[in-house]
């Protein structure tokens, strides 16, 4: 069962060298991917897998501006016929700055999307330029207000805290002058160094470069505070929403919705068995195609779950909403109560300030938000 689509469009003008996503580096998205996509989306709607009228489609990247406003709306029309779409579906396109003008933006609004997410990333030119990003402040600021004129009316934007050469004025400035353009979204990430990009290279052995810690956790707490206080509610650990704007789709995966994953390296999450499927094709381009021109899903690391990788999954999940984990759901979900496999750990950390626990629910505190992969890491067997 799958009720969300997500596309991923693995191409980007040039890669940013924090970036550890599955991309390619080119100008303009390959005239056969398309096509790979519409072939790979008609074999998935043959699986026994069952779906309702999709309720998301999402297409990230990579840098899915780089499509074509045709393509879109050729996918779009494709999956209306072969899954059904709600009436209401919410349909995102991930937007870099840098490869969108008002026409281009009129023209994927026209094709149907209806949420632009703006990888926005700083506010401020040298940030920018450390970061390798293609585009200037004052550009994200006109691709933002084209997309306003375009007739979009929901518009997230991304913003990176927690960067070499940041100081907290530095990020208090990104946060108001995002503020004055009144975005509906805004995903608010702290740098993480990953590993195989040129960032772990420079920054490995001078980690004194980058901010550190007690910083980074000033930085995390003064967003909160500002966006709050402008209306946001901070209903993820990274996310934060004007009341109704919060993204359906990504909030599908922390409810463990099911989704099919299309594209080179998309992941796929099925509840088809009792506790779900996941599976990801394959990132190499030439195994991707040649198995879609074969009439072959191009799916790797098919992973049934059992109960007890669904309690995992469904805690590190849950606990990164804001909202928490309802005690109901999870007897619901699993037919044995959350304090009899995981009392022990909740309250421990209950007592550590990093969880609240009420007679309903349990929830991250403000503190085990910002220490949060130290929560989740006890929840795994
Ligand atoms: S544009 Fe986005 S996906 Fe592409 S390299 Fe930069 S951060 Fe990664």
């Known amino acids: 069962m799958f009720t969300r689509i997500y596309l991923h469009i693995p191409f980007c003008r040039s890669k940013c060298p924090y970036c550890a996503f599955v991309s390619s580096q080119t100008q303009t998205v ?15 709607a043959a ?20 499509l074509e406003p045709s393509s879109v709306a050729t996918i779009l029309a494709q999956a209306k016929d072969l899954f059904g779409l709600a009436a209401n579906a919410e349909i995102t396109l991930e937007a870099n700055p840098g490869t969108v003008d008002a026409m281009r933006l009129a023209a994927f609004r026209k094709a149907g999307i209806n949420r632009l997410s703006l990888g926005v990333q700083s506010l401020d030119d040298r940030l920018l330029k450390t970061l390798g990003r293609i ?18 009316d929901n518009i997230g934007i991304d913003l990176i805290h927690a960067l070499p050469g940041q100081s907290e004025r530095m990020w208090q400035a990104d946060l108001e002058q995002a503020l004055r353009i009144a975005p509906e979204h ?12 040129p960032y772990a290279d420079r920054y490995a052995d001078n980690e004194e470069l980058l901010p550190d810690q007690d910083l980074a956790a000033e930085m995390f707490e003064l967003a ?36 099919l994953g299309l594209g080179r390296g998309a992941h796929t999450f099925l509840r088809d068995t009792p506790y779900g499927t996941r599976c990801s094709n394959t990132p190499d381009p030439d195994e991707y195609r040649n198995e879609i ?13 059992s109960s007890e990788d669904a309690m995992t999954e469904y805690m590190f999940l849950g606990l990164r909403m804001a909202d928490g984990i309802g005690f109901n759901a999870f007897e619901q979900e ?6 009899q496999v995981y009392g022990e750990t909740t309250r421990g950390f209950a007592q550590a300030g990093l969880l609240e626990i009420t007679n309903h629910r349990v929830r991250l505190t403000r503190r085990g938000m910002l220490l949060s992969n130290q929560v989740f890491s006890k929840f795994l067997p």
């Open 293 to 305: 021109c074969n009439g072959a899903l191009p799916w790797r690391d098919i992973s049934i779950l």
């Open 30 to 44: 390959p005239a056969d991917y398309t096509e790979l996509l519409l072939a790979e989306m008609r074999l998935a």
């Open 186 to 197: 805004l995903s608010v990430y702290g740098l993480s160094v990953e590993e195989g990009t």
């Open 224 to 259: 909160d505070e500002v966006l709050t206080t402008h209306g946001y509610e901070h209903y993820e650990i990274a996310n934060y929403a004007l009341p109704g704007r919060r993204s359906r789709h990504n909030s599908g995966y922390w409810h463990r919705d099911g989704y």
């Open 135 to 152: 585009h200037t402040a004052r550009q994200a600021l006109d691709a933002f207000s084209a997309a306003r004129t375009a007739g979009f």
């Open 334 to 339: 699993f037919g044995v109560p959350l304090d």
């Open 47 to 66: 699986l026994p897998a069952q779906h309702t009228p999709l309720e998301s489609i999402y297409f990230g990247g990579g840098t899915p501006s780089l």
